[in-house]
């Protein structure tokens, strides 16, 4: 059986595709800019948990508490808490677990507050010192790494779009 061969009579344009080098250069720069992104909110989500975990504490009474579970919630399962601290003379009503999260979407995820609070472990909440009527019970929103992860998952990408970039920008100097 014979090999069948294929010949192209057309001269390419030998390299000087500008289009296509300038869609890479473009390509390259959104890329980046939206992997920016990533980072962005995770130094961001960072830095805010250890700005709370700076915060100072006040001995605080946990009043009432229960878990708020409803079809279409979201999170499905939401913590309501009420304590009272007293701060530089004040007293203040308090009714945040996490300054930024409402509740978690699985039930045994809140295990650890329930015992806590069944415990009677909850014994100081953190204070925002510029406006005392901002208080949680937990700074750090899940985890400190989740930032941390976020921001190096951000990075991994910006480094891929810098690469489709320079190869954009190379691709320019070459004949």
Same mark, same amino acid.
């Given at each position: 059986?014979?090999?069948?061969? *294929?010949?192209? $009579? $057309?001269?390419?344009?030998?390299?000087?595709?500008?289009?296509?080098?300038?869609?890479?250069?473009?390509?390259?720069?959104?890329?980046?800019?939206f992997?920016?992104?990533?980072?962005?909110?995770?130094?961001?989500?960072?830095?805010? #948990?250890?700005?709370?975990?700076? @915060?100072?504490t006040?001995?605080?009474?946990?009043?009432?508490?229960?878990? &708020? %579970?409803?079809?279409?919630?979201?999170?499905? *399962?939401?913590?309501?808490?009420?304590?009272?601290?007293?701060?530089?003379?004040?007293?203040?009503?308090?009714?945040?677990?996490?300054?930024?999260? &409402?509740?978690?979407? #699985?039930? $045994? #995820?809140?295990?650890?507050?329930?015992?806590f609070?069944? =415990?009677?472990?909850? %014994?100081?909440?953190?204070?925002?010192?510029?406006?005392?009527?901002?208080?949680?019970? $937990?700074?750090?929103? #899940?985890? =400190? @790494?989740?930032?941390?992860?976020?921001?190096?998952?951000?990075?991994?990408?910006?480094?891929?779009?810098?690469?489709?970039?320079?190869?954009?920008?190379? %691709?320019?100097?070459?004949?």
């Open positions: 059986m014979g090999t069948i061969r *294929f010949r192209s $009579h $057309h001269k390419g344009t030998g390299g000087t595709n500008k289009g296509g080098k300038f869609f890479l250069i473009l390509f390259g720069l959104v890329w980046t800019a992997s920016c992104v990533f980072v962005v909110l995770g130094v961001k989500s960072t830095f805010s #948990d250890v700005e709370r975990s700076s @915060w100072p006040a001995p605080c009474v946990v009043e009432n508490f229960g878990v &708020k %579970s409803k079809r279409g919630l979201d999170p499905a *399962f939401q913590p309501v808490i009420q304590y009272s601290y007293r701060w530089e003379g004040t007293y203040y009503t308090g009714t945040k677990v996490w300054q930024d999260k &409402k509740g978690v979407e #699985d039930y $045994h #995820d809140l295990a650890e507050l329930i015992d609070v069944d =415990e009677g472990k909850i %014994s100081e909440c953190y204070i925002n010192p510029e406006s005392p009527a901002e208080a949680v019970i $937990h700074p750090v929103n #899940d985890t =400190e @790494w989740g930032g941390i992860v976020f921001a190096i998952f951000g990075g991994f990408f910006v480094l891929i779009g810098l690469g489709i970039l320079t190869m954009g920008i190379k %691709s320019f100097s070459k004949k």
